[in-house]
């Protein structure tokens, strides 16, 4: 039976859906759930990653230190990871204190055209022997071809595995399996794929991906996540499961986790709202459903229009700036 190693970002990714709020108890019950589940990696932290705790992105409620040593001291079984975009994260002030309270898996994330970025970060976390991945954020936006010359860049640099993000919901399925299949062929380490929800395919678009050559994909308890939320965790090894892959985790365990996410994390499960079908479309990171609402609110202007006019702006995360200023734009247009 083939197997498939299941990452879950529920408390990364989860904290774009409360503004990077998540709290310690929180993180305690989900971590000691998903410990129970045998998940392999649990992955913790602000939503951007170590370090991206801001005005700009959003301040979280607690600090990094604080998030990975709650999450450390209730995994046992499972391995603690975090994502890593350098430029929120540096070597010394944030991947240092994180190898000395013990995160196994650090996941060094570029835009799917940048990868050059990670060559220090990625470098730093093999040497201290730690299990590291390359992360092409945004995949999307970039042709096959591009994302596998990015990838093999990350491979050379001693990642031991590249995962393709789906950062805006983007992708159906004949999508991911050309660029899973292009990376597959190519790499001479394990593919992985993180999925979004927005055109209601993440579950389709995982399945998709390991068919085509991955061995790694991402879920998160009731798909929460930013945006119309991930591939759904609990759904997800059931599926892969029905198919035949073996993923290591108990399925009752992950149904009770699951309950424990819907319960303690999220004032709702994620949906896929008008706004969320929208960003997917506009190929707009997933992020920035709830900054649009707000600021389309303010000028008085539709955010769907923002998101198709921020996706022909091929807008980054980390450029919430522009949200502000498409805007009042669009604004300016109507009156």
Excluded at 287 to 293: D, F, N, S, T
């Amino acid at each position: 039976m083939p197997s498939v190693l299941v990452s879950d970002p529920t408390l990364r990714d989860g904290n774009h859906a409360v503004k990077h709020q998540l709290g310690t108890e929180q993180m305690a019950r989900y971590a000691a759930a998903a410990d129970a589940a045998r998940i392999p990696v649990v992955e913790v932290g602000h939503g951007n990653g170590l370090g991206a705790s801001s005005l700009q992105v959003g301040r979280a409620a607690i600090p990094d230190r604080q998030m990975l040593e709650v999450a450390r001291e209730n995994l046992r079984n499972s391995k603690l990871g975090v994502h890593v975009i350098p430029g929120f994260a540096t070597i010394r002030r944030e991947l240092e204190p994180a190898v000395e309270i013990g995160v196994d898996v650090f996941r060094i994330a570029s835009h799917c055209t940048e990868a050059d970025l990670t060559q220090g970060h990625i470098t730093y976390a093999r040497e201290q022997s730690r299990e590291v991945y390359g992360v092409l954020m945004m995949s999307h936006m970039a042709a096959p071809e591009t994302l596998r010359d990015e990838a093999l860049k990350m491979q050379s640099y001693g990642a031991e595995g590249v995962v393709l993000m789906d950062s805006a919901g983007a992708f159906l399925p004949p999508d991911v399996t050309t660029r899973i299949g292009l990376l597959a062929d190519a790499l001479d380490i394990p593919v992985g794929f993180h999925a979004h929800n927005n055109l209601g395919s993440a579950i389709a678009n995982s399945v998709a991906a390991v068919q085509a050559g991955a061995t790694i994909v991402d879920g998160t308890a009731r798909g929460f996540g930013a945006g119309a939320g991930n591939a759904q965790l609990e759904v997800l090894v059931a599926v892969l499961e029905k198919l035949g892959y073996e993923t290591g985790i108990d399925l009752y365990r992950v149904l009770d986790a699951a309950d424990v996410a819907e319960r303690e994390l999220m004032p709702k499960v994620p949906t896929i709202d008008s706004v969320s079908v929208v960003s997917g479309l506009a190929g707009v990171f997933s992020g920035y459903a709830g900054p649009v609402k707000r600021v389309a609110s303010e000028f008085g202007v539709d955010p769907r229009d923002v998101f198709f006019e921020l996706g022909r702006r091929g807008v980054v995360a980390g450029q919430e700036d522009l949200i502000l200023e498409v805007a009042s734009e669009l604004a300016g247009e109507s009156s």
